[in-house]
C-alpha cells in the first residue's frame, strides 16, 4: 500500500509585525505553520532574520576573540553598527548599556541622541533595548521613542512593571513594542493581553528570555515552540505574535564562549540554530561568524 | 455534593493562634459560621503537629463538638494526633489522609481500619506524585487494594486526585486537566469508591479577587465528572449555591463549555461570561494567564 504523509493545516497565524519604516523596513512574523514544517499546509512568507549587537559604550566583559571582528570601530557605536551592515544583517540592536543605574547610569537624553544617530546612519532597522532596569527604562525608552519619533524602531523591553507608560510612549512615537516576561506562558500571556488593551498587537513581538546552550535553553526552547503552538494550533490571539531571540549576550556571558573563539561560535551557533527551530522569527546575535555559519546552514550550502 | 469545610486550618493566623493560646471561641465561631452555610463535615487541619500533639488534637476536637454536631474531618499527616482526633470524636469521622506512602500505609490506613472510620487517601506514593492519568489510577488501585485487604471497604474510601495551582508556570493547566480526566474514570475502575479534593488549591497563586471564580466553576467541572466531595470555603456563598443546584442556568452554561458546544458570548451576561472563559482555562482550552477574564 502507498504511504501517504499526513498533511496539517492549521487555525492560527502569526501576526506579520513590520520594524522600520520604507526602504529601511523588515517584516517578520505571518506564519500559519509551524517552525520548518513545509510540509504542512500552510508557509512561512518571512524567513528569519538576524540582528547584530552593538554596545552603546565599550564592552567590559567580551572576551578578546569577541571584540576582534569590530576592534577598530569598538569605541563608536555609530561605526560599529555601519560596520555589522557589511556582515549581511538584517537589523542592527543597539544596547543601551550605559544607562544603567548599576553601569555608568547614563541620562535619558543622551542615549536617545545616539539612537537617533545611529538610526539614521544605517540601512537597515534598529531595535533598541534599554538596560533592563524597569524604572530606569521608564525614562529612557519614552525618550527614546520621542526623539527617534516616527521612525518605527522595535523597541523594548517593555515589561509587566512599566508597560503603561513604556508602551504608551512607543505607541504614540509610532514605533513597535517588545514585550518582555521571564521565562513563564502565562506571565508571558498577561503581558500581551495588558498591553494590547491600549496597543495594537500587530505591533508587538515577543521576548521570552533566550538561555544559552547548557544555561538553560531548554527552557527558552519549551517555551519559544509552545507559544508558537497555542497560537498557530489552537489560534490563541494574545500568542499569535513574533518572537525576538536576544541570545548572543547570554551565550558570551558563558565560560565555554569566553575560553576560545571556536568554542564561543559553536555556543552561539548552536544556541542561534535550537531557538530557531523552536520558532524565534528574529535573532540577535553578537558574533558576525555565528551569523555567517547560521545563514549557510539555513540554506544548506 | 458533600462539602467539608477547609476554614479551620493552621494556615490562618487567627486558627494558629487561638489554637496555641487555647482560646476556644475563634475556633467555634468558625465551626457554627460553617455549619451555618450548609457544610457536612468540618476539617480540623492542624498541619504537621510537633509538640503537644494529642493534648492539642483532643482540645479541638472537643471544642469544635461544643459548638457543632457535625461530623469532623481530622486533617493532620501526624499518625499520634490521627489517633487522638478519631478517639474523641463522638460521630464517626473522616480520616484526612493517608496515601500511598509507605509511612502512610502502616501508620495512618490501620487507624481507619481500628476506628471504622471513613478515609481519604491520596494518589501520593513513595515516588512522589503520580504525573498523568494513567500512573495516578495505578498508584491509586496499588493503594486502595492494600486498604481492602485490612478490611476497609471501597464505599468507606475517599480518593483526593492532589489538586494542584493552575497558576503554576506552564504546567498548572496540566494539572486541572488530568484531574478532570482522572475523577471521570475513577469510579469504573474502582466500583463504589467516593472522592474528595481541596478545591481552594487549583486557585492557589492567581490573584485574590479571582480566585472563587476558579474554585466555583472547577467543582462544578469536578461534579459533573463524578466528584461525590470537596473540601472548600463555605463561607463563599455562590460556591454553595452552586452545589444545592441554586443555579442551573450556569452549571448547565459550563456543561456546554466542557462538551465543546460553540457558545456565543455575546448573548451572556458578563457573570455567564465569565464563567465560560474559566471553564475554558481550567479544560485547557485556552492558556491560562492571571488576565484571562479580560482576553
Not at chain 1, 502507498?2 to 522600520?20: D, F, I, M
Not at chain 1, 547570554?250 to 552561539?268: D, F, I, P, V
Request: aromatic residues 6%; hydrophobic residues 40%; contains cysteine.
Amino acid at each position: 500500500m502507498e504511504y501517504k504523509a499526513p498533511v496539517e493545516a492549521y487555525a492560527g497565524v502569526v501576526r506579520e509585525v513590520t520594524v522600520g519604516k520604507g526602504k529601511k523596513s523588515l517584516k517578520i512574523g505571518g506564519e500559519n505553520i509551524l517552525p520548518f514544517h513545509f510540509f504542512d499546509q500552510g508557509s512561512n512568507p518571512n524567513p528569519a532574520k538576524f540582528a547584530l549587537e552593538v554596545l552603546d559604550m565599550n564592552p567590559q566583559d567580551w572576551p578578546k576573540h569577541a571584540v576582534e571582528p569590530f576592534q577598530d570601530v569598538i569605541s563608536d557605536p555609530v561605526q560599529w553598527a555601519k560596520k555589522c551592515q557589511d556582515f549581511g544583517v538584517d537589523a542592527i540592536s543597539l544596547f543601551l548599556m550605559s544607562t544603567d543605574p548599576a553601569v555608568k547610569d547614563a541620562p535619558a537624553d543622551k542615549a536617545a541622541a545616539l539612537a537617533k544617530e545611529v538610526a539614521e546612519a544605517i540601512d537597515v532597522p534598529l531595535i533598541v533595548y534599554g538596560s533592563g532596569d524597569e524604572k530606569k527604562d521608564a525614562g529612557v525608552l519614552p525618550r527614546v521613542a520621542e526623539v527617534c519619533d516616527g521612525m518605527n524602531l522595535l523597541i523594548g523591553p517593555v515589561l509587566k512593571e512599566n508597560y503603561e507608560v513604556v508602551g504608551r510612549a512607543i505607541l504614540d512615537h509610532g514605533h513597535t513594542a517588545i514585550a518582555q516576561s521571564p521565562l513563564d506562558i502565562n506571565l508571558l500571556k498577561e503581558l500581551n493581553v495588558k498591553l494590547s488593551k491600549f496597543f495594537p498587537p500587530d505591533r508587538i513581538v515577543i521576548d521570552p528570555l533566550s538561555s544559552a546552550l547548557g544555561y538553560g535553553m531548554e527552557y527558552s526552547f519549551s517555551l519559544i515552540e509552545r507559544v508558537k503552538q497555542i497560537g498557530v494550533i489552537t489560534k490563541d490571539s494574545m500568542t499569535m505574535m513574533p518572537i525576538i531571540a536576544n541570545l548572543g549576550v547570554e551565550c558570551w556571558k558563558t565560560k565555554q564562549a569566553k575560553e576560545n573563539k571556536e568554542q564561543g561560535l559553536l555556543w552561539e551557533g548552536m544556541t542561534a540554530l535550537s531557538l530557531l527551530l523552536a520558532g524565534a522569527n528574529i535573532l540577535v546575535l553578537r558574533h558576525p561568524e555565528t551569523l555567517k555559519s547560521i545563514k549557510e546552514t539555513i540554506e544548506a550550502r | 455534593m458533600v462539602i467539608i469545610g477547609e476554614n479551620i486550618h493552621v494556615i490562618a493566623q487567627a486558627v494558629s493562634t487561638a489554637i496555641r493560646e487555647r482560646n476556644p471561641s475563634v475556633i467555634q465561631g468558625l465551626a457554627k459560621a460553617q455549619a451555618e452555610a450548609g457544610v457536612d463535615y468540618i476539617d480540623l487541619n492542624v498541619g504537621p503537629m510537633k509538640k503537644d500533639t494529642e493534648e492539642t488534637m483532643q482540645w479541638l476536637v472537643n471544642a469544635v463538638q461544643e459548638a457543632t454536631d457535625l461530623p469532623l474531618s481530622i486533617d493532620t499527616l501526624n499518625p499520634v494526633a490521627t489517633e487522638a482526633g478519631l478517639k474523641a470524636c463522638r460521630r464517626r469521622p473522616l480520616l484526612n489522609s493517608a496515601s500511598g506512602k509507605t509511612v502512610s500505609k502502616e501508620q495512618m490506613l490501620p487507624l481507619a481500619q481500628k476506628y471504622n472510620c471513613d478515609v481519604v487517601i491520596s494518589v501520593m506514593t513513595d515516588k512522589g506524585m503520580p504525573p498523568d492519568v494513567e500512573s495516578k489510577i495505578e498508584s491509586i488501585m496499588d493503594t486502595v487494594a492494600h486498604a481492602n485487604e485490612l478490611g476497609i471497604p471501597n464505599e468507606d474510601i475517599w480518593v483526593d486526585p492532589i489538586l494542584l495551582p493552575i497558576s503554576t508556570a506552564g504546567e498548572g493547566q496540566r494539572f486541572t486537566v488530568v484531574n478532570l480526566e482522572f475523577i471521570k474514570i475513577l469510579e469504573d475502575v474502582l466500583p463504589g469508591i467516593k472522592s474528595t479534593a481541596g478545591l481552594s488549591n487549583t486557585s492557589n497563586g492567581a490573584p485574590e479577587h479571582l480566585r472563587p471564580h476558579l474554585n466555583r466553576t472547577y467543582l462544578v467541572m469536578l461534579e459533573r465528572n463524578g466528584l461525590y466531595s470537596a473540601i472548600a470555603d463555605p463561607l463563599d456563598k455562590e460556591l454553595m449555591r452552586l452545589t444545592r443546584g441554586e443555579m442551573p442556568e450556569i452549571v448547565e452554561l459550563i456543561h456546554k463549555a466542557m462538551d465543546g458546544e460553540d457558545i456565543d458570548l455575546s448573548r451572556l451576561s458578563q457573570k455567564e461570561v465569565e464563567y465560560v472563559k474559566t471553564a475554558k482555562v481550567l479544560m485547557g482550552e485556552t492558556l491560562y494567564s492571571d488576565a484571562w477574564l479580560e482576553s
